[in-house]
Nanobody
Framework: QVQLVESGGGLVQAGGSLRLSCAAS????????MAWFCQAPGKERQFVAT????????RYSDSVKGRFTILRDNTKNTVYLQMNSLKPEDTAVYYC????????????????WGQGTQVTVSS
């Protein structure tokens, strides 16, 4: 089992920045592929970014590429999502997820999920 707790969400103006954090406990963090997904009201949960166990491989959705950066600190059991140049369409609940398998953009490949943190971007 792994427990994930997100933090860092909030209200920000368009063009601003936020840094989300996800603290993990319960299993060896460094053995987990980590990812961020988001879900806007009335929409399905969708992939945002993922990072390999070592941090050497990352993947991003086209909508956030160049604006968001996923990072991890295996000494602190924490994964981050640095969000820059935020747009109103980034408004969503952001979820941290963990997988014991391989780097993936598919929701079904992630077995462990946090409770989510709300990000609201005003225009």
């Amino acid at each position: 089992q792994v427990q994930l707790v997100e933090s860092g969400g909030g209200l920000v103006q368009a063009g601003g920045s936020l840094r989300l954090s996800c603290a993990a406990s319960g299993r060896t963090f460094s053995n987990s592929v980590m990812a961020w997904f988001c879900q806007a009201p009335g929409k399905e949960r969708q992939f945002v970014a993922t990072i390999s166990r070592s941090g050497g491989t990352t993947r991003y959705s086209d909508s956030v590429k160049g604006r968001f950066t996923i990072l991890r600190d295996n000494t602190k059991n924490t994964v981050y999502l640095q969000m820059n140049s935020l747009k109103p369409e980034d408004t969503a609940v952001y979820y941290c997820a963990a997988s014991s398998n391989y780097v993936s953009v598919r929701i079904q490949d992630y077995a462990y999920w946090g409770q989510g943190t709300q990000v609201t971007v005003s225009s």
